[in-house]
């Protein structure tokens, strides 16, 4: 953006959704263009209740061929295990290549001191498999995940020929309380735009206010979808108009919005010269 233009963010108040732990770069970045960032978290996260089987995956991670991360909370998630049970998470000299979802899980990855293989350039599960197509093949697959992961992962890698070793990482959970006063803002316009990171982002929210509110929130502020399994849920939600982030890094979320309060105020204008 050139220097002296006008920043579409300034003012805004953009609620986020996930944990401020997770969004300190993001709330960063916003404030930087002038927005103001609003944390209502929407999920937590918690412990499998039963370690066994990732504990088993993580001690015979050397017959696997392929780890497939979807999400950075996994890398988190499976470096906190691997720390807990004493060993480290790939060995030395391991045939195991790392296939991640979108970039934002990559980064997560590198970060942990992973070599990641494959990055998916659609930013979903099922089509980080179709990318990896014929490589899965007769390959072992490790898939750690959430409880309330996405169902379609799975059998897609199976149609390509894998075999699928899928446990469950970490839980994902509604939180046990949420800024009610922050809500009723949300509720009565408050805000101008709000962004929702994943499917149980969108479904926790949809409990709280019921999907009516949800729907009828579209006419008040910008309903932000970050990736398009996010914008998918929304839709099944019943939103109609929903302003998509490409995939879930920061960048990708600004220019969303960036691009969409320019709009609205060159609308805004246009309207002024007719009138």
């Known amino acids: 953006m050139a220097e002296g233009s006008p920043k579409p963010l300034a003012g805004k108040r953009i609620v986020i959704t996930r944990s401020a732990a997770q969004s300190e770069v993001l709330a960063r970045e916003l404030s930087a263009r ?14 499998p209740e039963d370690f066994a089987p990732l504990d088993a995956a993580i001690a015979e991670i050397q017959r696997f061929d392929w780890m497939i991360l979807t999400s950075a909370q996994v890398v988190r998630a499976l470096v906190k295990r691997s720390g807990q049970l004493k060993r480290g998470l790939i060995p030395a000299g391991s045939k ?13 990855a590198r970060r942990a001191g992973l070599s990641v293989a494959y990055v998916a350039e659609t930013h979903t599960g099922a089509g980080l498999a179709e990318e990896l197509g014929n490589r899965l093949q007769g390959a072992k697959v490790f898939l750690p995940r959430s409880d309330r992961a996405n ?10 020929g894998a075999q699928v070793t899928e446990v469950i990482a970490y839980r994902t959970l ?4 949420v800024d009610q006063r922050n809500l009723r803002q949300i509720a009565e316009g408050g805000a101008d735009a709000i962004l929702f990171f994943s499917p149980s982002a969108v479904q926790y929210f949809s409990e709280l206010f ?7 929130l579209q006419d008040k502020l910008a309903i932000t979808a970050v990736g398009p399994v996010t914008a998918n849920a929304l839709s099944q939600a019943g939103v109609s108009r929903v302003v998509l982030a490409e995939d879930t890094t920061g960048a990708a979320v600004i220019e969303g919005l960036e691009e969409y309060f320019a709009g609205t105020v060159k609308q805004a204008q246009a309207g002024a010269k007719r009138v």
């Open 210 to 216: 019921g999907s009516e509110q949800l729907r009828a």
């Open 34 to 47: 002038g927005a103001i960032p609003v944390m209502v978290p929407l999920v937590a996260f918690a412990d």
């Open 151 to 160: 169902p379609d992962l799975p059998p897609a890698l199976k149609r390509h």
């Open 174 to 177: 509604r939180p046990t309380a």
């Open 96 to 108: 195991l290549q790392i296939a991640c979802v979108g970039p934002v899980t990559a980064e997560a």
